[in-house]
């Protein structure tokens, strides 16, 4: 239930675990969640859909529902390990990522819960970072830690490491890309056992999934969504701490770089960031100066897909082949294939929801998608 | 004599003694040699009149005049040591530079004239600089040397020297803050007769003139003056370079300051500097990429006062008067003196000139002045 006044949202139980069978059944991810919860008004109406959406779509086989008693036993595990799951919009979820277009409906928590709560700042960097650039990390994390920000990092070895652990007194987040029982690196386990007398620890994947090369890049959007900012503190040349700058500037959030001698290539990345537009930083001062005028503004919503009244509708056969067709692997925006199709805007949602839950569909940011 | 369509003047030999006995006379500086230009229409009706018009500004005791005999002793020195007198908008008078409101009317110029009509980058930094640093600074002096930028910078140590030292072959200038025979430090006499063979050296003070602290700051002007940009390689808090950075802003010249690691104390100055909009650079290629676009625009005046017809007027005992009531030690503008006087610009600029002249007024940059 939504309450519009104090902005919080709460599940029933009952709710709570028909929006995990939801995200956690084949085809559906964030967006399409979101997408699905907008046209059937509720998630197990969305859940009773899902096999007709997905033949309509074209799917070759019906994808995988994830049923009641899958569902219980993610629910059940999860308590075991002291991890709630917490859906997008209630207390305890981070305000800031919930407002994100691709906020992940149910967060598995971890932790002191008021943590998630507090004005977060981002500190990422090299896995390989240098003495200089651990010795940053740390006074940094320690600096903002003791101005009341709490530290959101990625667990990672390096700058991500040195944060975290300058900021277990005044509280910090780690954001895992895999489950919460498949910590890595394994030899962090120690750390985030620390860091969970404070602070906290947050995936959007279910237990017992470990983390592949592709869930990183997506977990990063989770730290610079949840944070009023993102410190970018060592990074070569194409490193992946780049790619949660550029998750972070599409988001709208402040892009913070350290700078350093051009003759360093852990510096390589960052410079160039500068270059491009981040925000020279080094000292706390800095980024306090640059988040406090934001800290003020309520947050507002993302660029995504406004929330809107439930719209059910039932595209005839003809729209259906006019809106595949103007389909290919280029990203098309929604706008365009509206105009295109002359269809009506519910129409051609309706079609990509199908084509989603049929597999045979990508959404890429800004509104763009694509035939897989 | 002053031809607009080529753009450049030349003077006769009476015409340059009679400037260069201008300027080297007491309380005559750029500025005020430019005013008196203005007023009288040539050099040597100004040295007429210039012992009246110190007496009406109130000179306690008459200001020395440079005599015909010490102008020509000048001349014949400088010969001897192959140093020219160039006056402003002559040509082999870096272009940039003429256009400056306190531009050296004259300026003592030794080495390959043609170096000083090539495009210039200032290449400057700490005396005491890192290896990194001079490493860089070196690095860049070559790269834009072989881009064809003559690199102008002033023969100290460390960054100046690292700079001067790597575009011996391309074609480098050393600004002097003293005379061309009073070279400082003096164990830089052998780079700068190295630099002499492709390059140049200039200076706006006579032979014989040691120079002193505030003799570096007001030669840095004609650092950055004759440059497109100015490169800040490293810099303390509170250093000289920063100096040249403000004096390149003020003059509307290009920025570039090389970042350093927050825990450097050498790239304090220019990490700050990259903070209030300087351009981080960390290759030539960054510099050139800025410039270009500048290169190919005609040389614009500065903000200094408009060259007009000379103007020579006789103010009333009562608007002197007013004039120097309104001016104190604080700095006030040219605008508001006119305002709150209600006498005419012209009016207010010869008595300005007067005090000037009298050793009483100080002008500072933006059309500034105050009383000494």
Redesign the interface.
């Known amino acids: 239930m939504h309450d519009r006044r104090s902005g919080t949202t709460t599940l029933t139980d009952a709710q709570r675990l028909d929006w995990l069978r939801l995200i956690r059944s084949d085809n559906v991810g964030p967006r399409t969640f979101r997408s699905l919860l907008n046209h059937f008004g509720d998630a197990r109406s969305a859940l009773e859909r899902l096999p007709d959406l997905a033949r309509r779509g074209g799917a070759a086989r019906p994808g995988r529902i994830c049923s009641e008693a899958d569902a219980r036993a993610e629910f059940e595990a999860a308590r075991k390990i002291g991890v709630s799951l917490v859906a997008s919009g209630e207390a305890g979820y981070p305000p800031r990522l919930a407002v994100l277009d691709d906020a992940p409906p149910l967060l598995a928590v971890r932790g002191a819960p008021e943590i998630l709560m507090r004005p977060m700042i981002a500190i990422v960097g090299s896995r390989n970072a240098s003495g ?1 650039g651990l ?2 990390a740390g006074q940094l994390a320690r600096d903002l830690g003791d101005a009341g920000f709490a530290i959101i990092s990625g667990l990672a070895r390096g700058i991500d490491q040195a944060a975290h652990r300058a900021s277990l007194q005044s509280g910090t987040v780690a954001v895992l890309a895999g489950g919460h029982d498949r910590i890595y690196p394994p030899e962090h386990e120690d750390l985030l056992m620390a860091l969970l007398e404070t602070g906290g620890a947050i995936s959007e994947m279910p237990l017992g999934h470990g983390p592949r090369a592709h869930d990183f890049p997506r977990r990063n959007r989770l730290i610079s969504g949840a944070a009023l900012g993102v410190v970018i503190v060592e990074a070569a040349h194409r490193s992946g701490s780049l790619i949660t700058a550029r998750m972070a500037a599409e988001q709208g959030r402040e892009v913070f770089a ?7 290539p852990r ?2 990345g960052t ?1 160039d960031l ?2 491009q537009g981040a925000t ?4 706390a001062a ?1 980024v306090i100066n640059a988040v406090e005028p934001i800290m003020g503004r309520p947050i507002s919503l993302g660029a995504g897909e406004e929330d809107g009244e439930p719209v059910i509708f039932e595209p005839d056969t003809g729209d259906r082949a006019r809106i595949v067709d103007l389909l290919g692997p280029s990203p098309v925006s929604l706008d365009d294939l509206i105009r295109m199709s002359g269809a009506s805007p519910a129409v051609v949602r309706t079609v990509l929801l199908e084509l989603e839950l049929a597999g045979r569909l990508e959404r890429h940011g800004g509104g763009l998608v694509s035939l897989i």
């Open positions: 200089a010795k940053f350290v700078p350093g001698s051009p003759l360093d510096a390589a410079n500068i270059k020279l930083i080094t000292e800095d």
